[in-house]
């Protein structure tokens, strides 16, 4: 009997750091990338000019610290209590930047903030059924307020959530199992528009050069 779909929280709270990692300082907040392609493809400049904003799966911490540094007030949500930890623990001196441990489905129900942007680099937005997702999120934004999230491009026939297996983590022996939710990009507009959203610019990046994946990259609106 196959072994059920690891939830997220367990997924990720695997992941510890090898002997030594823990002593390493953090890393240099950079680049603000969609794709995984260091220099290709938009930047922040999608998120516009956000006073507040919140994103889901932060996971380093990097990308909210590098908007934290542009101005904004940004606040993290990672269903990690290890990403967590390490998050704080890294940026405890960094102004404009907080991090809570939580799911984000059952944060966008508990906290009353609304925010001007809320955004997914390859994360949350991933890992959590978008029919329960994509309206938590549109009530949490201000009036005009943007949502953008990217992740890998879907494969041929990648409808809902794939059961993702293989050895995820380096140095794990177990074969772990998780879903994540794919769609091509007219199935994630629609998605959006049902939830709410409006101006819904679902797109797949192409890969530059030879490489053989794109990204999935989706923005929108809230009325």
Same mark, same amino acid.
């Given at each position: 009997m196959s072994r059920p779909p690891l939830t997220p929280a367990e997924y990720w709270d695997l992941y510890k750091p090898h002997r030594g990692e823990g002593a390493q300082p953090a890393p240099e907040p950079g680049r603000f990338e969609w794709t995984q392609f260091p220099g290709h493809g938009p930047g922040p400049e999608l998120l516009g000019a956000p006073r507040t904003v919140l994103e889901l799966g932060p996971g380093e911490g990097t990308?909210?610290?590098?908007?934290?540094?542009?101005?904004? @007030?940004?606040?993290?949500v990672d269903f990690s209590a290890f990403q967590t930890e390490r998050a704080r623990r890294w940026w405890a001196d960094e102004p404009g930047v907080t991090f809570n441990h939580a799911d984000v489905c059952d944060f966008l129900v508990t906290e009353a903030t609304e925010y001007d942007a809320i955004y997914s680099m390859w994360g949350a937005?991933?890992?959590?059924?978008?029919? @329960?997702?994509?309206?938590?999120?549109?009530?949490?934004?201000?009036?005009?307020?943007?949502?953008?999230?990217?992740?890998?491009?879907?494969?041929?026939?990648?409808?809902?959530? @794939?059961?993702?297996?293989?050895?995820?983590?380096?140095?794990? @022996?177990?074969?772990?199992?998780?879903?994540?939710?794919?769609?091509?990009?007219?199935?994630?507009a629609d998605l959006l528009k049902r939830s709410g959203f409006t101006d819904v610019d679902a797109r797949v990046v192409p890969p530059p050069g030879d490489e053989a994946l794109g990204t999935l990259l989706v923005r929108a609106v809230v009325a």
């Amino acid at each position: 009997m196959s072994r059920p779909p690891l939830t997220p929280a367990e997924y990720w709270d695997l992941y510890k750091p090898h002997r030594g990692e823990g002593a390493q300082p953090a890393p240099e907040p950079g680049r603000f990338e969609w794709t995984q392609f260091p220099g290709h493809g938009p930047g922040p400049e999608l998120l516009g000019a956000p006073r507040t904003v919140l994103e889901l799966g932060p996971g380093e911490g990097t990308d909210a610290v590098h908007l934290a540094r542009r101005g904004a @007030q940004v606040t993290g949500v990672d269903f990690s209590a290890f990403q967590t930890e390490r998050a704080r623990r890294w940026w405890a001196d960094e102004p404009g930047v907080t991090f809570n441990h939580a799911d984000v489905c059952d944060f966008l129900v508990t906290e009353a903030t609304e925010y001007d942007a809320i955004y997914s680099m390859w994360g949350a937005v991933w890992f959590t059924d978008p029919e @329960q997702l994509l309206p938590l999120v549109a009530k949490r934004l201000a009036p005009e307020g943007v949502f953008v999230f990217s992740h890998a491009e879907p494969g041929p026939d990648a409808y809902g959530p @794939q059961r993702m297996h293989g050895k995820w983590l380096e140095g794990r @022996q177990r074969e772990l199992t998780v879903l994540r939710w794919q769609y091509p990009p007219e199935m994630w507009a629609d998605l959006l528009k049902r939830s709410g959203f409006t101006d819904v610019d679902a797109r797949v990046v192409p890969p530059p050069g030879d490489e053989a994946l794109g990204t999935l990259l989706v923005r929108a609106v809230v009325a």
